[in-house]
Every structure is written in structure tokens, then in C-alpha cells.
């Protein structure tokens, strides 16, 4: 029957709909900013919204996104509600972003290689009939006021 191969459809669609979440939830700049202040500790919705020059109904709304997006959860007592980070969705959205690392390894390994053979080329040069100047103390310059020139006899 169907039934099995139509489950792990389901199954799949659910895990990429908390991917897009999670995504979508990290996409806005206030969202992660809220983010950082809770890999501190736990804190208060009013804590959280304290750095942000938005109310504190835009900062619920920002919460409520992270929270439907299952990165933060969030205890209510009466009217005071605290926030806590639940990295595990975070986690599963950088697995996914870490199967494309090979792409940037290979790059990585081109541009080590072109270094390594532009310093080869570099080395294998001979060096020009310029001669190095030593390098001056700090401070003195070539002449300091000074005439150079060699006193007439």
C-alpha cells in the first residue's frame, strides 16, 4: 500500500516547513539581536525589548515569530512571560547549511594552491640590483634639519 511512502512525505515536508521557520525566523536583524541576549541567560519580554527603539508589542510579535519557529519558548506567569533559547532548531539549520561546506572547502583549497604557487614563483625570481635601506629607528627622520652635504675644505 501507499500509506508508508505518503508518512515519510509527510515527515519530510515537516521537517523542511520547521527549516523555512527557523530561516524566516533568522532573517530579521531584531530577531537575532533577541536571539544573542538569550544565549546569556533567560530573561523577561521587557528585558529584551529594553535595547530596541520599537515597542513592546513589535518586540512580542518578533518573539512570537522565534517562538512559532521553535527557537525560543516562552513561560507565562500572569502577566510576566520569560523567554528561553532552544538552539536544537538552530542546530538542524546549520547541519543543513554545513552539507554545502564541501563547495566552500574546494574554494578554500584553489585559493591555498594559488597562494602556494605565487609564492614559489615569488622565491624562484633573483632579486634586483636594489639593496635593501635598514630600517631607521622610529622617529628619526633622513636628515633632521641637517644639511647633508659635506662641508667645503
Given at each position: 500500500m501507499m500509506m508508508p511512502l505518503h508518512v515519510a512525505t509527510d515527515i519530510r515536508d515537516d521537517a523542511e516547513t520547521r527549516l523555512d521557520a527557523v530561516f524566516a525566523a533568522l532573517s530579521d536583524p531584531v530577531r537575532r539581536a533577541i536571539l544573542g541576549r538569550l544565549d546569556e541567560s533567560d530573561r523577561l519580554v521587557s528585558e529584551l525589548a529594553a535595547p530596541f527603539d520599537i515597542s513592546l508589542q513589535a518586540v512580542s510579535k518578533h518573539i512570537q515569530v522565534l517562538v512559532r519557529a521553535g527557537v525560543v519558548t516562552q513561560e507565562r506567569s500572569g502577566r510576566i512571560s520569560r523567554c528561553r533559547l532552544d538552539a536544537g532548531p538552530i542546530l538542524d539549520a546549520a547541519v543543513w547549511i554545513n552539507r554545502y561546506s564541501k563547495y566552500w572547502q574546494e574554494?578554500?583549497?584553489?585559493?591555498?594552491?594559488?597562494?602556494?604557487?605565487?609564492?614559489?614563483?615569488?622565491?624562484s625570481k633573483p632579486q634586483s640590483g636594489r639593496r635593501l635601506r635598514a630600517a631607521r629607528p622610529p622617529g628619526r627622520s633622513t636628515g633632521q634639519g641637517r644639511d647633508r652635504r659635506r662641508p667645503k675644505p
Amino acid at each position: 500500500m501507499m500509506m508508508p511512502l505518503h508518512v515519510a512525505t509527510d515527515i519530510r515536508d515537516d521537517a523542511e516547513t520547521r527549516l523555512d521557520a527557523v530561516f524566516a525566523a533568522l532573517s530579521d536583524p531584531v530577531r537575532r539581536a533577541i536571539l544573542g541576549r538569550l544565549d546569556e541567560s533567560d530573561r523577561l519580554v521587557s528585558e529584551l525589548a529594553a535595547p530596541f527603539d520599537i515597542s513592546l508589542q513589535a518586540v512580542s510579535k518578533h518573539i512570537q515569530v522565534l517562538v512559532r519557529a521553535g527557537v525560543v519558548t516562552q513561560e507565562r506567569s500572569g502577566r510576566i512571560s520569560r523567554c528561553r533559547l532552544d538552539a536544537g532548531p538552530i542546530l538542524d539549520a546549520a547541519v543543513w547549511i554545513n552539507r554545502y561546506s564541501k563547495y566552500w572547502q574546494e574554494q578554500f583549497d584553489l585559493l591555498a594552491l594559488a597562494l602556494v604557487d605565487d609564492d614559489r614563483k615569488r622565491s624562484s625570481k633573483p632579486q634586483s640590483g636594489r639593496r635593501l635601506r635598514a630600517a631607521r629607528p622610529p622617529g628619526r627622520s633622513t636628515g633632521q634639519g641637517r644639511d647633508r652635504r659635506r662641508p667645503k675644505p
